[in-house]
Nanobody, 124 residues
Framework: HVQLVESGGDSVQDGGSLRLSCVVS????????LGWFRQAPGKQREGIAA???????RYANFVKGRFTISRDNAKNTLYLEMNRLKPDDTAVYYC??????????????????WGQGTQVTVSN
């Protein structure tokens, strides 16, 4: 039974930083594609960043240069380092895992397992 549990969400000021973690249990993440998504109120869930089993990463344009995705296979954990946060980054952040690597690595449909989400709030 695969479970993903996010942590690290918080309320921060505009320009602040946060580091999200996602601990995976039930299977080794080593061969998997892993991703971070977010969903703001009234909006669809959108892909932020993804990292494959070879540590190749991909980012949505709106977070490039500000967010960094990484993974620690030994700890079965995925991370998202978020810097220069803006109020528009306010959302529930989800981690996700896939046992195959599609072309569109930031597409929700590519992922089979999801965490429950962690709230990030950025205020002016």
């Amino acid at each position: 039974h695969v479970q993903l549990v996010e942590s690290g969400g918080d309320s921060v000021q505009d320009g602040g930083s946060l580091r999200l973690s996602c601990v995976v249990s039930g299977n080794s993440i080593k061969p998997w594609l892993l991703g971070w998504f977010r969903q703001a109120p009234g909006k669809q869930r959108e892909g932020i960043a993804a990292i494959d089993s070879s540590n190749r990463d991909r980012y949505a344009n709106f977070v490039k240069g500000r967010f960094t995705i990484s993974r620690d296979n030994a700890k079965n954990t995925l991370y998202l380092e978020m810097n220069r946060l803006k109020p528009d980054d306010t959302a529930v952040y989800y981690c996700a895992a896939s046992d195959y690597t599609p072309i569109q690595v930031l597409a929700r449909e590519a992922y089979r397992w999801w965490g429950q989400g962690t709230q990030v709030t950025v205020s002016n």
